[in-house]
């Protein structure tokens, strides 16, 4: 192993809380939030109670949002209207909570508590349906269970401040779905289906697209010109449960060459992209923030990964976190509250759709857009394939001027993934739009109108004409704040997916909640800018951009059993990366075999490429540009394993049987020319029924035994040679 190395100090990150307050008496009596906007409260007037009202102030208007948990007694005079629930500021009629709660009972709660409760019984007494008594009735006197009573008030108070228009607009919201649902009633009565204008581009098609009349090549360095004025937002709010791991899925490691998690392989790509724009402007300050949204599941463990690996190289201030609420779930048709016990509401993600709300309640679009940036990129937790997509997606953004563009894939028929269709309204144009549509819907949809076929596969091309969604979206930022600053403060339209004991469609198998996904947000594009709203979506090769780990050993093995061949497992998209940069660099001119379908080998009961393994790291190449300039010839084995990370890194003619791992650091300028290594490599062994291993090696079903490598690590700035033998020859 040869290494030259030298240390490289990491800069620290501010990691931001949205609900973090810590006072400052430089501000003479502000709040100052820890995203870094003040919040002044001035002596004009109280509030009817002790929780605290927070107002942006920033260059635009003002917002505002009521934090959640404990209370303080801040004046205001701000008459900025909240985004949650308003219940805790004002007087609340507690004339119909005190006719079913003891006076003494009443005054063991707190102010938020009282506010929120009484909101709650007065909906449940006017709505007609006392749906919700099982919750405030048949109390105990007062001396028993009195901390049961606070928990559960604060707890009522808290699912109603975290809802925009409170538990009751929720619960109303609920009762209307559910009934629409043991109705049958279909969503899509009124539209009828078309394929939408959307742009279509392959890595290895030197052609231009008919749409956009560029290259993938040229989409990418369109892309490169607005990448500098992006945010990115990551939503992770779930658990790896699915995939029989109990930690975040952030923190499962992508592949077993560099062990680098899902989290430090998006880190790194946004940092190669924020260097990439320093190059393309010249512009040195430009940094691009990252936007983690988190869950009370996630939270804890997503800020640990941060801290225990020093940010992954961001900056500080560069990185923050959102966190989401659960919502109430629901016990029948009508919108009862579920309960785990007599003094808690039992609760339950409401979903990734959250992240708008969450991104308009903390301010931070309209200071995004002050600020001049363009667009804001999503992205989903372990999809590690998709990051390659973001340049040449921007790219088609911004030549097509689209508000909104979805990454895409090529869907057979009848697939069980989400699908981009135009909805047209048979009476209103101006309530037409481009959006998801669910599988589960599609067929149905497509089975009512033209030639009542359903969702059946393009004979030219064997795949269903409506585009795969794979739930990466680019948003353009101006569109996005008006349609965030609209009626519905970014609460996409939700849906409820209950699962009924019996026909007569009012009892549940287990409780539901009300439900959204950041896909729907088309819906409030089209209520708020109307036909002017221009939605597309941009496909790629599935080999390029897709294939996400999201299932258990297990289901991935039962699901290839069957005959499908996109389990879904962690192995399988270890598989596909390796597969990725073999087209790539076969792409470059390199001698690699480029393994087909059936060509892969079954670890585990999942079938997987036997080779070579190879991962081009952010820090060497994030465009097809960069590949083609950086790689020259060479030859590499079906068995072999390859690492490539560095900025200034060149690799030419290498003839590589084994395992390499070249890793350089800033300002080190290294070409590697004819380089011959041959040693024993990289092996995956399949671990042994009924070991005892971790889970997260468990996952995968192998381990990667690393008999021998031949390691080159240069972190010394300079000019290097590297040749035939490896030795490292400073020339400058």
């Known amino acids: 192993m040869t290494k030259l190395s030298s240390a490289i100090p990491l800069l620290p990150i501010l990691l931001l809380s949205p609900n973090s307050v810590s006072h400052s008496h430089s501000h003479s009596g502000s709040a100052v939030l820890a995203n870094g906007f003040t919040s002044t409260p001035l ?16 260059q635009t208007h003002a917002h505002a949002f009521l934090p959640r948990g404990g209370s303080q007694d801040v004046t ?18 507690i004339g119909p909570a005190l006719e079913v709660i003891t006076q003494q009972n009443w005054d063991l709660l707190s102010a938020r508590g009282k506010a929120a409760l009484s909101r709650l019984i007065l909906y449940d007494i006017t709505s007609g349906h006392h749906g919700q008594k099982h919750v405030y009735g048949d109390w105990p006197e007062a001396g028993e269970m009195d901390e049961e009573k606070k928990m559960l008030a604060e707890q009522i108070a808290d699912l109603d401040g975290s809802y925009p228009g409170g538990l009751p607009a929720y619960l109303s919201k609920a009762k209307t779905l559910l009934q629409e649902s043991a109705d049958g009633t279909n969503p899509f009565a009124e539209f009828e289906a078309s394929v939408p204008e959307g742009e279509s581009l392959s890595y290895e098609n030197p052609n231009a697209d008919a749409h956009t009349g560029m290259t993938f090549s040229q989409a990418e360095q369109a892309g490169l010109t607005g990448i500098g004025d992006t945010v990115f937002v990551l939503v992770a709010g779930g658990l790896g449960e699915r995939l029989g791991y109990s930690g975040i899925k952030l923190s499962l490691e992508t592949n077993l060459c560099t062990n680098k998690s899902y989290l430090e392989v998006y880190a790194k790509y946004i940092q190669a992209m924020q260097r990439m724009a320093h190059l393309k402007t010249g512009k040195d300050h430009i940094r691009i923030p990252l936007v983690i949204m988190t869950s009370d599941d996630t939270d804890p463990l997503t800020r640990k990964l941060l801290e225990d690996n020093k940010n992954f190289g961001f900056d500080e201030g560069q990185v923050l976190i959102v966190k989401q609420d659960k919502v109430a779930a629901l016990s029948n048709g009508n919108a009862g509250l579920s ?34 940036r363009k667009h804001v990129i999503f992205l989903q937790d372990t999809n590690a394939l998709v990051i390659n997509s973001v340049l040449p997606t921007l790219g088609v953004s911004i030549e097509k001027e689209f508000h909104m563009n979805s990454i895409c894939i090529p869907r057979l028929a009848g697939e069980a993934a989400g699908a981009i269709a135009r909805l047209e309204h048979k009476t209103d144009p101006e309530k037409s739009l481009v959006i998801n549509v669910e599988y589960n819907q599609l067929d149905p949809l497509l089975s009512s109108q033209g030639d009542c076929k359903g969702d059946v596969p393009d004979p030219a091309t064997g795949y269903s004409p409506y585009p795969g969604n794979a739930n990466n979206i680019v948003i353009e930022m101006g569109a996005y704040a008006k349609t965030l600053n609209g009626e519905d403060k970014g609460v996409v339209i939700e849906f409820v997916n209950p699962k009924y004991k019996d026909d007569t469609r009012t009892e549940f198998k287990k409780p539901t909640r009300l439900e959204c996904m950041m896909q729907d947000i088309p819906k409030l594009f089209q ?14 090769d599935r080999w390029f951009t897709f294939s996400p780990a999201k299932n258990s050993l ?9 005959g499908g061949t996109a389990p879904g497992t962690m192995s399988s998209a270890e598989s596909d990366k390796y597969i990725q940069n073999q087209r790539k660099l076969k792409f470059a001119g390199v001698d690699v075999d480029v393994t087909e379908e059936a060509d892969l080998v079954p670890i585990a009961g999942i079938p997987v490429t036997p080779g070579p393994r190879i991962i081009l790291c952010p820090g060497f190449a994030i465009t097809q540009q960069e590949v083609m300039q950086k790689i020259e010839g060479g030859k590499i084995t079906k068995r072999s394993s390859l690492v490539l990370e560095g900025e200034d ?12 791992v070249i890793r350089t650091g800033h300002d080190c ?7 011959v290594v041959r040693n024993k490599g990289y092996d995956a062994e399949e671990i042994p029924e009924g070991a005892d291993v971790p889970e997260e090696v468990a996952i995968r079903g192998y381990t990667m035994s690393k008999h021998e490598v031949m390691e080159i690590i240069i972190n010394e700035p300079g000019k290097y040679h590297i040749g035939e033998d490896g030795e490292v020859k400073k020339v400058e």
């Open 43 to 58: 002596r004009s007037s109280r509030l009817a109670s002790s929780s605290t009202l927070l107002s942006f102030h920033k």
């Open 76 to 93: 205001t005079t701000s008459t900025t209207s909240l985004s949650s629930s308003t219940s805790a500021t004002v007087e609340s009629d």
């Open 339 to 372: 309960m785990k016990s007599k003094w808690e509401v039992e609760t339950k993600p409401h979903g990734h759709g959250d992240v708008h709300h969450l991104l308009y309640r903390e301010g931070l679009v309209d200071k995004w857009y002050t600020e001049g």
């Open 527 to 540: 209520k708020e800018m109307g036909s002017e709203a221009n939605i597309g979506f941009t496909q790629f």
């Open 554 to 562: 297990d289901a991935g093995v039962e699901d290839v059993q069957k």
């Open 649 to 660: 890194l060149k690799v030419k003619n290498l003839d590589l049987d084994g395992a390499l």
């Open 669 to 675: 300028d290294v070409t590697v020319d004819g380089l």
